[in-house]
């Protein structure tokens, strides 16, 4: 039997190889170490001076640390003393929060709602603020506190300056912690 060979199927396949060949060369040169490069950049972690995951971070370690373990979380309402939003973010990540502070009605009115709920220790987180350092790759964040209601009432949580550094690995986390003195 002799095989015959089609002009157009021998002509398509002499053209479609180098054609092949010219694609593959395009698509898998620099441009995928820069594509790789890109997504590499985009993953590291940034640490930037104005962000404020640096509170979030300290408030995390200030409540986690706190003795006795609190267990719902209250936050100066309308002063300077109030944690900042990333940090009321942990706040309510952790427990039951509540904004303290106004006339005395108003704190009358939390302490009832504290004594309704529970006998539950009840941190009132106080924010002292911030300072940075090292081009901004170093946050330290200051917080006190003391338990408002229960067996706890008017015990204080010392306060700590908890240092945020930044690592270009992993992006900000937890350094140095000093404990200070009283709320």
């Known amino acids: 039997m002799t095989r015959r060979s089609h002009p157009l199927v021998a002509t398509c396949a002499t053209l479609a190889g180098p054609a092949l060949l010219v694609i593959a060369a ?3 040169g620099d441009n995928g170490a820069a594509s790789r490069s890109n997504k590499q950049t985009a993953s590291s972690p ?5 962000d404020t ?12 640390t706190a003795t006795p373990t609190p267990q719902r979380y209250l936050s100066a309402a309308g002063t300077d003393s109030a944690v900042p939003e990333d940090g009321f973010k942990v706040l ?24 309704v709920v529970g006998p539950y ?12 350092a090292n081009n901004g790759n ?16 008017g015990k204080v949580s010392p306060t700590r300056s908890i240092e ?7 992006g900000w986390k937890v350094g140095a912690v000093k404990t200070e003195s009283g709320a």
Do not use: F
């Not at 220790?121 to 940075?132: I, P, Q």
């Open 46 to 50: 940034a640490c930037v001076s104005t």
């Open 26 to 28: 395009c698509s898998g």
């Open 92 to 115: 309510q990540d952790k427990g039951p929060t509540y904004y303290y502070g106004g006339d005395e009605k108003a704190k009358a009115a939390i302490r009832e709602r504290l004594e």
């Open 53 to 64: 995951t640096p509170v979030g971070l300290a408030v995390r370690e200030y409540i986690t």
């Open 121 to 132: 220790a009840s941190l009132l987180v106080v924010y002292h603020g911030k300072t940075e």
């Open 164 to 170: 945020i550094v930044c690592d270009t690995a992993t």
């Open 138 to 153: 170093a946050v330290t964040v200051s917080l006190g506190g003391h338990y408002i209601g229960g067996e706890h009432e």
